[in-house]
C-alpha cells in the first residue's frame, strides 16, 4: 500500500516569501505529526494532530508557523515571511493513532535563500 | 537542551566489530522507540520497548530498555556496512514523540 507522500520534495524559496508543505498520510491514520530535521540533528517535534484538531502545536517555534488539517487527512504546513534559519527538511508522519507506530514521509527539504 | 541524549554523536568502525549506542534521559517514557535513518528518507522504526528491563532482539541487533524506563541501549553485532546509517531513539510522553540527535554510524567493509 501507499506510505505517506510529501510534496514538494524540493523547495527553494526566498527569505520573506510564503511556503506551504504538504503531507499526505497513510489511509486510515488519524495521528499526524510534522518534525523539522537539521542538518546533524534529529528530528524537532513541531506539531500533532489527532482528527482534525491539533492535539499538541507546543513544537512551532514561533506565529509564522502553522498547520491545518481540515478533513483528518492530508495535512499542509505554511510557513509565513520564511528566514534562511527556516532551511530543514521537514518530516511529515502518520500512526493509526497516537500509541502506535510512526510511518514517516520522505521528507520536503525547504532551502531559504 | 535535547529531551534525549545519544552517545556517541559519530562512530566509525571496521566490518565485523560489535558497539553499543546510548540513549540517555532524565525523563520517564511511556515507550521508547529506535529508528534508523538514511540519508534523504524518513526514519524507519527497528523496534519498541515498552516494559523496563525489556530486551528485544532483532537478528543481530539488541535493544534494552532501562529498569526506570528512563534510558536505552542498541548493540550491534558482527556490524556490516549495510548498517551504516542514523540511528534514533525517540521517547514516547503525552501522546507525542521526542526524538534524540542521533548516532551516524558508519560500518567500513
Known amino acids: 500500500g501507499a506510505g505517506v507522500s510529501q510534496t514538494p520534495s524540493n523547495k527553494v524559496t526566498e527569505k520573506g516569501k510564503y511556503v506551504e508543505l504538504r503531507c499526505d498520510p497513510i489511509?486510515?491514520?488519524?495521528?499526524l505529526y510534522w518534525y523539522r530535521q537539521s542538518l546533524g540533528q534529529g528530528p524537532e517535534f513541531l506539531i500533532y494532530?489527532?482528527?482534525?484538531?491539533?492535539?499538541?502545536d507546543s513544537g512551532l517555534p514561533n506565529d509564522r508557523f502553522f498547520a491545518v488539517r481540515p478533513e483528518g487527512s492530508v495535512s499542509t504546513l505554511k510557513i509565513q515571511r520564511t528566514e534562511r534559519g527556516d532551511s530543514a527538511v521537514y518530516l511529515c508522519?502518520?500512526?493509526?493513532?497516537?500509541?502506535?507506530?510512526?510511518?514517516f514521509g520522505p521528507g520536503t527539504r525547504l532551502t531559504v535563500l | 537542551t535535547q529531551l534525549l541524549e545519544q552517545s556517541p554523536q559519530f562512530l566509525s568502525i571496521q566490518e565485523g566489530e560489535n558497539l553499543t549506542v546510548y540513549c540517555n534521559s532524565s525523563s520517564v517514557f511511556s515507550s521508547l522507540q529506535w529508528y534508523r535513518q538514511e540519508p534523504g528518507e524518513g526514519p524507519v522504526l527497528l523496534v519498541t520497548v515498552v516494559t523496563g528491563g525489556e530486551v528485544k532482539k532483532l537478528k543481530r541487533l539488541t535493544f534494552q530498555f532501562g529498569d526506570a524506563r528512563k534510558d536505552s541501549s542498541l548493540h550491534i553485532t558482527a556490524a556490516q556496512p549495510g548498517d551504516t546509517g542514523l540511528y534514533l531513539c525517540a521517547g514516547a510522553k503525552n501522546n507525542d514523540m521526542r526524538f534524540g540527535a542521533g548516532t551516524r554510524l558508519t560500518v567500513k567493509p
Open positions: 489511509s486510515g491514520h488519524t495521528a
Open positions: 494532530f489527532q482528527g482534525t484538531g491539533a492535539a499538541d
Open positions: 508522519a502518520s500512526s493509526l493513532n497516537s500509541y502506535n507506530e510512526q510511518f
